[in-house]
């Protein structure tokens, strides 16, 4: 009897920490996107930063993105869990900065229209990644397959020059993340089931690279909506 009791009560508390590092998943994702948003809108609003923002600047920014991302992504297990958070903050920022460009192409009335329509479509495909009994994992590799494909055809693009293309990449982007939402968080939830049994630094920095993988679905999904349902600005 208090072998069972004694069994219980750890399967209750393993329960109880992978659902608080679920909730510190997308705690962390919506504080990304909403450092993010109010990032992209302050740039945007200031002619002194964007008087700074020449094409070398900006080329530079996204490098840095990509170095902290892969910064993040390969060395999280040596960083503290302190020091991971402040670069993924630090991410979100960067990001921001970048995307600041979107709120000068498209009106803000079209870009509030995309962020509710991917804020539904995100929720959806989370839900249905989270609950449903299917193994996505091989739906994930021929997405991230995909994905490649979408990432070459894209940069073909920039020197054909296709409208047409860009439409049709648009619609096939928005596809293909609607898919990796769903695939990223049946994995987060796997992850979190196998590894999260305890909240430790470990489990919590496991928890801010879901929120990572996530935050850069909701990104993806919303510049591919953006594009197909977004008015730009005379």
Known sequence: MENYIET????????????????????????ALVVTGLTSYYVASSERILSLMGSGLYIGLLIAEVVLVVILSARIHKMSFTTAGIVFVVYSILNGVTLSVLLMIYTYESIALAFFITAGTFAAMALIGHFTKKDLSSMGQILLMALIGLIIATVVNLFIGSSTLQYILSYVGVLIFVGITAYDAQKI??????????????????????????????????????????????
């Open 8 to 31: 219980t009560r750890e399967t209750n508390e393993a329960l109880s920490a992978q659902r608080t590092l679920l909730k510190n998943v997308y705690c962390w994702m919506a504080l």
């Open 189 to 234: 939830k796997r992850q979190i089931s196998e590894f999260g049994t305890e909240i430790n630094e470990s489990s919590m920095k496991l928890a801010l690279m879901g929120a990572l993988d996530l935050y850069l679905d909701f990104i993806n999904l919303m510049i591919y909506i953006l594009r197909i349902v977004g008015s730009r600005r005379n």
